[in-house]
């Protein structure tokens, strides 16, 4: 089968109850730079190419009317999952940040591979994960 390429994940996007809080977490604890906002979301830039989208819980049930088009309605129930890639010698550093944050690290998880996983909850209980090369075969 000959199918286009795909080049890449290029949004992220929680449910959280306020946004204000989720942005100052993610900009607070993990330096991402704000790159929109409006009263029903905000896009945080991770790395090139890459960005957390944070939705206020029913604010996108309807879709929405942007500039060139229309983006179809969507939304979640329960918490979800997410990973940051952070390079093997900045774990411990992370490790640190973490705690200076308060943010309490749940779990710790070494995989078959050699990755090392750092799993905790954003303010809405979303499951977030710090995560060193060799997890998966392509990472």
Partial sequence: ??????IGIVETGLIVANVDHAVD???????LRVMFRDFR????????????LV??????ESGSRVPGGFVPGFDAAGRSH??????????????????AEAVSIE??????RGAISLY????DGNLGELVTP???TNY
């Fill in 1 to 6: 089968m000959n199918l286009p390429p795909l």
């Fill in 25 to 31: 977490f993610y900009t607070r604890v993990f330096g």
């Fill in 41 to 52: 979301m905000a896009a945080l830039d991770v790395a090139p190419g890459q960005a957390l």
């Fill in 55 to 60: 939705f206020l819980a029913g604010s996108s």
């Fill in 82 to 99: 997410f990973a940051f890639a952070i390079p093997a010698a900045a774990l411990e550093k992370w490790r640190q940040r973490l705690a």
């Fill in 107 to 112: 779990s710790t998880v070494t995989w078959p």
């Fill in 120 to 123: 905790f909850r954003d303010p």
């Fill in 134 to 136: 060799g997890l998966w």
